[in-house]
C-alpha cells in the first residue's frame, strides 16, 4: 500500500469505538449503529471520521447532545449530526417538541366545541 493510504490500516471498529466512548457513552452508541448499518464496517469508517471529528470544532458537550438527539430520531448518518449541529438543535428543549401548542385565539377558527 502507498505511503499515503497505511493509516487507513490503522483504523479499527474498535479504534473508533473507545474514541466515541472517551467523548461520551452516547456517542459511542451513535458510532456502534453507524458501524452496523454497513455490511462491512470499512465503508462506515469516512461517516465515522466525520461524526467524531465534530468534536473539535463543536465541542464534546454539543456531540454528544447532538449524538442523543439523532440517537431518538433512529436516524445513524454523518448528515443527521452536521444538520444537528448547524441549526444548534442541540439545544433545544425536547419538551418543546413533545406538547401540544395550544390553538391561538381567532375569530376564524371555530374550534372543537363547534362540531358537536
Given at each position: 500500500?502507498?505511503?499515503?493510504h497505511?493509516?487507513?490500516?490503522?483504523?479499527?471498529?474498535?479504534?473508533?469505538?473507545?474514541?466515541?466512548?472517551?467523548?461520551?457513552k452516547?456517542?459511542?452508541?451513535?458510532?456502534?449503529?453507524?458501524?452496523?448499518?454497513?455490511?462491512?464496517?470499512?465503508?462506515?469508517?469516512?461517516?465515522?471520521?466525520?461524526?467524531?471529528?465534530?468534536?473539535?470544532?463543536?465541542?464534546?458537550?454539543?456531540?454528544?447532545?447532538?449524538?442523543?438527539?439523532?440517537?431518538?430520531?433512529?436516524?445513524?448518518?454523518?448528515?443527521?449530526?452536521?444538520?444537528?449541529?448547524?441549526?444548534?438543535?442541540?439545544?433545544y428543549?425536547?419538551?418543546?417538541?413533545?406538547?401540544?401548542?395550544?390553538?391561538?385565539?381567532?375569530?376564524?377558527?371555530?374550534?372543537?366545541?363547534?362540531?358537536?
Open positions: 500500500m502507498a505511503t499515503t497505511r493509516f487507513l490500516t490503522d483504523w479499527t471498529p474498535d479504534k473508533f469505538l473507545d474514541w466515541a466512548a472517551s467523548i461520551h452516547d456517542v459511542r452508541l451513535y458510532i456502534l449503529k453507524i458501524l452496523d448499518r454497513k455490511q462491512h464496517p470499512e465503508q462506515a469508517y469516512k461517516s465515522c471520521l466525520g461524526v467524531l471529528g465534530f468534536a473539535k470544532n463543536a465541542g464534546n458537550e454539543r456531540l454528544t447532545m447532538a449524538c442523543q438527539r439523532a440517537l431518538s430520531y433512529g436516524i445513524h448518518n454523518y448528515k443527521t449530526i452536521q444538520t444537528i449541529l448547524e441549526n444548534k438543535m442541540d439545544g428543549e425536547e419538551s418543546l417538541f413533545a406538547d401540544e401548542l395550544p390553538m391561538p385565539n381567532h375569530d376564524n377558527i371555530r374550534g372543537k366545541d363547534y362540531y358537536k
